[in-house]
């Protein structure tokens, strides 16, 4: 589990959740994201697979609400739209927190 997150889940959100930071300008850079986007959506579908989910019911829950969130940053990179991208953070934020709280022990939610 570690590993997935650390090498596939935490880079590809954080992607989407600093956009502003340097925000894609070509289309080789949108296919990029797009990528991304697409990888983290998978990464969520990863986390269902037997042998991965911890339970069927909070875990399955989260997962769905990564790979949701994960889909809506693909479209939007598609459309190139940052804007929606941005808007995005909060339930990205929202999914990786839902999560944490309920598996990651000693995890507090950032203020």
């Not at 998978?42 to 037997?50: A, D, R, T, Y």
Request: glycine share 2%; proline share 5%; net charge positive.
């Amino acid at each position: 589990m570690n590993q997935l997150m650390q090498d596939i889940v935490y880079p590809t959100s954080d992607a989407i959740f600093y956009i502003e930071h340097n925000p894609p300008k070509t289309d080789q850079q949108w296919s990029a994201l797009r990528r991304t986007a697409l990888t983290l959506a998978e990464s969520g579908n990863l986390l269902m697979m037997p042998g991965r989910a911890r339970d069927q019911d909070r875990w399955m829950k989260d997962a769905k609400l990564l790979v949701d969130v994960a889909t809506d940053a693909w479209k939007a990179a598609d459309a190139k739209n940052i804007s929606a991208i941005v808007m995005l953070n909060a339930r990205l934020y929202e999914a990786c927190v839902m999560c944490h709280q309920d598996y990651r022990p000693g995890y507090r939610k950032r203020l």
